[in-house]
């Protein structure tokens, strides 16, 4: 049988009615793809931007609704001082440059994690990129920022209980979709895809409560080098699979519901 090209897979995931409504990717491997090209890592930061591009427009074209991107977390604030301001100082370069071809693309930016931690400047940098473009109506593209899943969870849990302490909310009616509606991501679905680069085979505190039953695709090829041929192949390979919710394969083929 003829091997299909990316050109040729892209097409048929185009058409097809199951593709990934929201696909989550953990961007690592940007500092070892720098050592291996003997540049400091700063240099596959930069390159990786080049990525975040390839992937947003390539989401665009499938059309996924909604694009997270772990762009710094919570734990990324004990690198080195150096890098976290060179981090910080992209993260300001990059919205400057892009955004209005964001806006012609008409994606709309928001962010999840705790922006308020980020240097002024790059506050001021994203709150007006959100503006920039909230009355687009295409791909929404999460920028996670000084984000964990664990403190998104804290935060939704005090929020509750302040709730509950008020009288506003009993303790019994407490249920996953009030937990959702306290969550970064609220109004939004849970990823059906999660993406990480970089070879790493652990979640890193990334939308811990949002990728309950997320598909998992792990590629060796470092960030940098992540384009539009390698998201097509991970979306090709979530299509392939059977995803059953706790079903058994026999349930979901015939769509028979549970006994």
Known sequence: ???LNHQQKLEIIK????????????MDGNGRWAKKQG????????????SVEAVVEGCAEMGVNNLTIYTFSEENWKRPQWEVTAL?????ATLNKKVKRLVKQNVQIRTIGHLNKLPERAQKTMLSAIQKTKRNTGLI??????????????DAFRKLAQYVKQGELQPDDINDLIISKELDTKGQPDPDLIIRTGGENRISNFLLWQI????????QTPWPEFGKP???DAVWDFLERERRFGKISEQVQSNIAPA
């Open 88 to 92: 910080m100082q992209l993260l300001v």
């Open 15 to 26: 058409s097809h009615t199951e593709i990934p409504k929201h696909i989550g990717i953990i």
């Open 39 to 50: 540049l400091p890592r700063i240099a596959g930061h930069n390159k990786g931007v080049d």
């Open 1 to 3: 049988m003829e091997l």
């Open 141 to 154: 593209l999460n920028v996670a920022l000084s984000y964990g899943g664990r403190q998104e969870l804290i």
């Open 212 to 219: 309950a039953y997320s598909e998992i695709y792990v590629t």
């Open 230 to 232: 390698q998201l097509i």
